[in-house]
T-cell receptor, first 115, second 113 residues
Framework: GAVVSQHPSWVICKSGTSVKIECRSLDFQATTMFWYRQFPKQSLMLMATSNEGSKATYEQGVEKDKFLINHASLTLSTLTVTSAHPEDSSFYIC???????????FGSGTRLTVV | QQQVKQSPQSLIVQKGGISIINCAYENTAFDYFPWYQQFPGKGPALLIAIRPDVSEKKEGRFTISFNKSAKQFSLHIMDSQPGDSATYFCAASMINSGYALNFGKGTSLLVTP
């Protein structure tokens, strides 16, 4: 089955530093990947749609300059949290679909803690 | 705004019982309705999904019932087991949104022994 690998699974960083999260589709190509954010005991909120070879599309209220997304290949999208602050602490999850729209597979998530 | 409304927020079921989670949507352009299961600290895993041209889909102990006219769909977990204890999310998507999923708020299910 389709597998999406996300790395790292958890990271602790100091306030003001940047953190990069990788999302890879291991056995399929994904022209589109999605990045979500999830707070404890809450639902997944779409942050942005990552398109291979073009700029990401951000949801309303998501700061483009803080959450940099790069989708340089058909199997890799990265999310960089720049100048991280404690309020950026959250669970970040990516997803992709090998079928061009259905059958989304999610990564295992990245727990970011900013201290 | 929440495009998919999910209830109940939490659910306790005895082992062997039936767990039922309901979702409702407003946008008739939605054409894909999946259910995801999520364990703490993990990403969501696809359980089962349905398209609007089908009223019911069953996979093992999991069944989706879909009512297009009422714009509602539900997940039934038969013979619920303690290992089913997790958070369940319904979702919906439509082609012209770039396939992004709209999630319900989730239901925390606890199956007691």
């Amino acid at each position: 089955g389709a597998v999406v690998s996300q790395h790292p699974s958890w990271v602790i960083c100091k306030s003001g530093t940047s953190v990069k999260i990788e999302c890879r589709s291991l056995d399929f190509q994904a022209t589109t990947m999605f990045w979500y954010r999830q707070f404890p005991k809450q639902s997944l909120m779409l942050m942005a749609t990552s398109n291979e070879g073009s700029k990401a599309t951000y949801e309303q209220g998501v700061e483009k300059d803080k959450f940099l997304i790069n989708h340089a290949s058909l199997t890799l999208s990265t999310l960089t949290v720049t100048s991280a602050h404690p309020e950026d602490s959250s669970f970040y999850i990516c997803s992709a679909s090998p079928e061009g729209g259905y059958g989304y597979t999610f990564g295992s998530g990245t727990r970011l803690t900013v201290v | 705004q929440q495009q998919v409304k999910q209830s109940p927020q939490s659910l306790i079921v005895q082992k062997g019982g039936i767990s039922i989670i309901n979702c409702a949507y407003e946008n008739t352009a939605f054409d894909y309705f999946p259910w995801y299961q999520q364990f703490p600290g993990k990403g969501p895993a696809l359980l089962i999904a349905i398209r609007p041209d089908v009223s019911e889909k069953k996979e093992g102990r999991f069944t989706i019932s879909f009512n297009k006219s009422a714009k509602q769909f539900s997940l039934h977990i038969m013979d619920s087991q303690p290992g089913d204890s997790a958070t369940y999310f319904c979702a919906a998507s439509m082609i012209n949104s770039g396939y992004a999923l709209n999630f319900g708020k989730g239901t925390s299910l606890l199956v007691t022994p």
